[in-house]
């Protein structure tokens, strides 16, 4: 196995100097492959440039930027001289980006465009280490010279190439040598935890936290040379990153495109991928896209259609019990589902077969005609989902992890699937279930999920308090999640203990800091924000009924009881409209961070109910105590 990131771009640059290692679009809309040599002499040209510029093994290099392949070139050339990339993507603001390089200690950052650089200059005074700039793309004359006045030297991406030559020409062997000297234990990256708490959490991820993964991955998620992977993930964000990592030990090509329904299937057609990484809103997409498609055509073709979905999604059903994929959790249950089922399963193969003909070798056509599977992470995926393209034949594989363990700890295989599951835990790590004083469970008990292994991050940067909060003694990884084993070892996941809302599109927020907004309304009492799993966050409101009933006599709203006042479409419409002003981009919060719908609740929290004896939210009851609630909110 190769030591660094860099030796194994090196290795496989070496073995297969001609073979497309990545695809971007031009403007003409086609396709144009850079070989992995080519990928290999840039690195080692912008490695070159940035010891140019003073930079030194151990430093960090702030990355701002999005997809695009000059952003793997730049991270690999951080890597290669022994430097950490800390990278971010565009979407950040002013204030995330100045913490980040701040506390980094960045003397040079990689920016993306003009914007990026104004969110840098004007927080100059924050940032007094930072130095030197690399653009990907040239500025403004405008922001250009404010940069030289605020003592920011602005490089493009073509002048640091050119450095980099002239550097590497003065001084032969330099680059290949800081190259060589790279070690497993390395740190390759410092990814910022992306909440929106005013302090996010480094993870310090080292080179062997990504490679020991790479020692089993790929007889998961098998690839070839030669293959080629639609890629349409945040390209800093901890899943891509390996992903594309897993790519490249396949001699594989990564083809950057965009998820947006029309483009990707586009792009699928025109390229032809084996593999696709996602997050579940993508599978959702187009799931969504696929019934809304047979509704408008209508007619015989939507209740044949219907027909052959249901007919299929059962023989599924039967058939994963027969061959041992769905989840058991004894022996005695494993043999006697494959006998209870093999008839029906038997029966209803001839009309799935029918319906694979029919309907489902289009729907297959459309992800191309070598398409091998889907690799989905970043959240739950929709048992729904799940089935359907089970049944469809479209072979979509779960995997899980977090940015702390770099961050694949489990992936169901393409080759031997159980559905509903999560894999067995990759050959690198191991992971245990335990109740709450830490006793391990037996299989289907559900419990804690920790995790230990090489893939388990160094810690949190500059946070070695907080850390030892996460990781004990013995090495064990409290993940936050609840779920339990199936007798043959695969997970199961049940949703999270920890506070982190990550929704289907992978985005991660931290809820407290959207309730403490929500708090600051006079009419709101107390809130909390939920969402895990789903497409976007919602709200419990308790209201505050002193201010609501006030407000009510203002507003010459006649009631008789408070369920009156709560009935009111007007009362609807005020807190609609203190949440929109709270949770707003001009108080700082992103597009996913606002709150699609609400519930207002006239009873306040308890404590033994929904509050712990620290007075704090038992945010994992929530999903029991208000099921009602959380079907008006979500569906």
């Given at each position: 196995?190769?030591?660094t990131?860099?030796k194994?771009?090196?290795?496989i640059a070496?073995?297969?100097?001609e073979?497309?290692?990545?695809y971007?679009?031009?403007?003409s809309?086609?396709?144009?492959?850079?070989s992995?040599?080519?990928?290999?002499s840039l690195?080692?040209?912008y490695?070159?440039?940035?010891?140019?510029?003073g930079?030194?093994?151990?430093?960090r290099v702030?990355?701002?930027?999005?997809?695009r392949?000059d952003?793997?070139h730049l991270s690999?050339?951080?890597?290669?001289?022994?430097?950490s990339?800390?990278?971010?993507g565009?979407?950040?603001?002013a204030?995330e980006i100045?913490y980040?390089?701040s506390?980094?200690?960045?003397r040079?950052a990689?920016?993306?465009?003009?914007?990026?650089l104004?969110k840098?200059?004007?927080?100059?005074?924050?940032l007094?280490?930072l130095?030197a700039?690399?653009?990907f793309?040239a500025?403004?004359?405008?922001?250009?010279a404010?940069?030289?006045?605020?003592?920011?030297?602005?490089?493009?991406?073509?002048?640091?190439r050119?450095?980099g030559?002239g550097?590497?020409?003065?001084?032969?062997?330099?680059?290949e040598a800081?190259l060589?000297?790279?070690?497993?234990?390395?740190i390759?990256?410092?990814?910022?935890t992306?909440?929106?708490?005013?302090?996010p959490?480094g993870v310090?991820l080292?080179?062997?936290?990504?490679?020991?993964?790479l020692e089993?991955?790929?007889?998961r998620?098998v690839?070839?040379?030669?293959?080629?992977?639609?890629?349409v993930l945040p390209?800093?964000h901890?899943?891509?990153?390996?992903?594309?990592?897993?790519?490249?030990?396949g001699?594989s090509a990564i083809?950057?495109?965009?998820?947006?329904g029309?483009?990707?299937?586009?792009d699928?057609?025109?390229?032809?991928?084996?593999?696709?990484?996602?997050?579940?809103?993508?599978w959702e997409s187009?799931y969504d896209?696929?019934?809304?498609l047979?509704?408008?055509?209508?007619?015989?073709?939507?209740?044949?259609?219907?027909?052959?979905?249901e007919?299929?999604?059962?023989q599924?059903?039967?058939q994963r019990?027969v061959?041992g994929r769905s989840p058991?959790f004894s022996?005695?249950?494993?043999?006697?589902?494959?006998?209870?089922c093999?008839?029906?399963?038997?029966?209803?193969w001839p009309?799935?077969a029918?319906?694979?003909l029919?309907?489902f070798r289009?729907?297959?056509l459309?992800?191309g005609?070598s398409f091998?599977?889907?690799?989905?992470?970043?959240?739950a995926?929709?048992?729904?989902?799940?089935e359907f393209?089970?049944?469809?034949?479209?072979?979509?594989v779960e995997?899980?992890?977090?940015t702390e363990t770099?961050p694949?700890?489990?992936?169901?295989?393409?080759g031997?699937?159980v559905f509903g599951?999560?894999?067995?835990p990759i050959?690198?790590c191991?992971m245990k279930?335990v109740?709450?004083?830490?006793?391990?469970?037996?299989p289907?008990?559900?419990?804690?999920?920790?995790?230990?292994?090489?893939?388990?991050?160094?810690?949190y940067?500059?946070?070695?308090e907080?850390t030892a909060?996460?990781?004990?003694?013995?090495?064990?990884?409290d993940?936050?999640d609840?779920?339990?084993?199936?007798?043959?070892g695969?997970v199961?996941?049940?949703?999270?203990?920890?506070?982190?809302?990550?929704l289907?599109g992978?985005e991660?927020?931290?809820p407290?800091?959207?309730e403490?907004?929500?708090?600051?309304s006079?009419?709101?009492a107390q809130?909390v924000?939920?969402?895990q799993d789903?497409r976007y966050?919602?709200?419990?409101?308790?209201v505050?009924k002193?201010?609501?009933?006030?407000?009510?006599?203002d507003?010459?709203?006649?009631?008789a009881s408070?369920?009156?006042i709560f009935a009111?479409?007007?009362?609807?419409?005020l807190?609609e409209?203190e949440i929109?002003a709270?949770i707003?981009?001009k108080?700082?919060f992103?597009?996913?961070?606002?709150?699609?719908?609400?519930?207002l609740?006239?009873?306040p929290?308890?404590?033994?109910v929904?509050l712990?004896a620290?007075?704090?939210i038992?945010?994992?009851?929530?999903?029991?105590?208000?099921?009602?609630?959380?079907?008006i909110l979500f569906?």
């Amino acid at each position: 196995m190769d030591r660094t990131l860099p030796k194994l771009l090196r290795r496989i640059a070496n073995e297969y100097p001609e073979v497309p290692g990545q695809y971007y679009k031009a403007k003409s809309g086609e396709f144009i492959p850079i070989s992995f040599a080519e990928e290999y002499s840039l690195v080692l040209d912008y490695a070159a440039g940035l010891l140019s510029l003073g930079q030194v093994r151990g430093d960090r290099v702030g990355l701002i930027g999005d997809n695009r392949p000059d952003w793997l070139h730049l991270s690999m050339a951080i890597m290669a001289i022994g430097c950490s990339d800390v990278p971010r993507g565009c979407d950040a603001n002013a204030r995330e980006i100045t913490y980040i390089l701040s506390f980094a200690e960045c003397r040079v950052a990689v920016l993306e465009n003009d914007a990026q650089l104004a969110k840098v200059l004007d927080n100059k005074n924050a940032l007094p280490l930072l130095a030197a700039v690399v653009l990907f793309d040239a500025p403004s004359t405008e922001r250009a010279a404010a940069a030289a006045s605020a003592g920011l030297d602005i490089i493009s991406l073509e002048a640091l190439r050119l450095r980099g030559r002239g550097y590497r020409a003065e001084n032969p062997e330099r680059v290949e040598a800081e190259l060589e000297t790279g070690a497993w234990d390395d740190i390759a990256t410092v990814i910022f935890t992306s909440g929106t708490t005013g302090e996010p959490k480094g993870v310090m991820l080292s080179h062997g936290n990504f490679l020991c993964q790479l020692e089993e991955l790929p007889s998961r998620i098998v690839l070839y040379p030669g293959d080629r992977a639609l890629c349409v993930l945040p390209v800093w964000h901890a899943f891509e990153r390996l992903c594309e990592y897993v790519i490249l030990i396949g001699a594989s090509a990564i083809i950057y495109s965009k998820p947006i329904g029309s483009v990707l299937l586009g792009d699928f057609a025109k390229m032809n991928p084996q593999i696709m990484p996602s997050v579940p809103r993508i599978w959702e997409s187009v799931y969504d896209g696929i019934y809304r498609l047979m509704r408008k055509t209508g007619g015989a073709t939507w209740i044949i259609f219907n027909f052959f979905v249901e007919a299929a999604i059962l023989q599924s059903r039967f058939q994963r019990k027969v061959f041992g994929r769905s989840p058991v959790f004894s022996r005695g249950q494993r043999v006697f589902e494959a006998i209870a089922c093999f008839l029906p399963f038997v029966l209803l193969w001839p009309v799935k077969a029918l319906g694979g003909l029919l309907v489902f070798r289009k729907i297959r056509l459309k992800l191309g005609n070598s398409f091998r599977g889907g690799v989905s992470g970043g959240g739950a995926l929709p048992p729904n989902i799940d089935e359907f393209f089970w049944a469809v034949g479209v072979n979509v594989v779960e995997g899980y992890g977090l940015t702390e363990t770099a961050p694949v700890t489990a992936v169901r295989p393409f080759g031997r699937p159980v559905f509903g599951t999560i894999g067995t835990p990759i050959s690198c790590c191991e992971m245990k279930i335990v109740d709450e004083s830490g006793r391990e469970l037996p299989p289907g008990v559900k419990g804690l999920v920790l995790v230990r292994g090489g893939n388990v991050m160094k810690g949190y940067y500059r946070k070695p308090e907080l850390t030892a909060r996460v990781i004990s003694p013995e090495g064990w990884l409290d993940t936050g999640d609840l779920g339990f084993k199936t007798h043959t070892g695969e997970v199961i996941l049940r949703g999270r203990k920890k506070d982190t809302i990550v929704l289907r599109g992978g985005e991660n927020i931290e809820p407290l800091p959207v309730e403490l907004k929500l708090n600051e309304s006079r009419y709101v009492a107390q809130s909390v924000v939920v969402g895990q799993d789903q497409r976007y966050l919602g709200a419990l409101i308790i209201v505050n009924k002193d201010e609501l009933s006030s407000w009510a006599v203002d507003n010459s709203i006649e009631f008789a009881s408070f369920a009156d006042i709560f009935a009111h479409e007007q009362t609807r419409k005020l807190y609609e409209s203190e949440i929109a002003a709270l949770i707003s981009a001009k108080n700082g919060f992103k597009a996913f961070e606002r709150i699609n719908r609400f519930v207002l609740l006239e009873k306040p929290f308890e404590l033994g109910v929904e509050l712990s004896a620290k007075q704090e939210i038992m945010r994992y009851r929530l999903d029991d105590l208000y099921r009602a609630e959380m079907k008006i909110l979500f569906g």
